[in-house]
């Protein structure tokens, strides 16, 4: 948690941006729209990133294949579910939160969330679905906790608060840099 008292508004930049980083960290890219905190989602949200997720449909896959398309495709799968889980991450860092509780409060991602798994057909039980997400969500409170991703936050949250709304192609012109490995010349 920061020592300065945040603003909503920095909270929401920070969010957005926490998606759009671990999207660019796990190779899923962010598309053109970037991040707008002036657009309002279908639940009434303020705030939203364009970020390129994998989404996988297996329900029309036969019962003797669906196994091993699952598994083959659970890594992407996980991929796109801690990118959604960044924001409630972020949410819950700043916050001082819980995380879940964060999570649970974010209506549209943890929806995005649920459907994903449902699509891909790993949701099974409630319990089974509920450790999936909460997976995602501990790979997503990780990933933050790297402080190298952290200043890739910080840096993205600071210039859209700045400059408005940003372009996918800016973000990852920010981002890339700061996330690169630095060579020590060993």
Known sequence: MLDNPIS???IIAHHEA???VLALEL???ILEIGIDL???DATGGVGNVGCRLFVADLTDVSPRNLESEQRRLAGQIDCSGTVLAAGAAS???LRGEDPWSALQKQESDF???RDLLQRAMLD???EVAEERLRSQLDLAVEALEDPLVWQ????VAREVLRRGPLKGADIEALVKPELEPVDTGS
Not at 152 to 155: D, F, R, S
């Open 8 to 10: 909503d508004r920095e």
């Open 18 to 20: 926490s998606h759009a």
């Open 27 to 29: 190779g899923l890219g």
């Open 38 to 40: 002036e657009r309002v």
């Open 91 to 93: 949410d819950a860092r």
């Open 111 to 113: 929806r995005h969330m």
């Open 124 to 126: 099974g039980t409630p």
């Open 152 to 155: 890739a936050v910080e840096l």
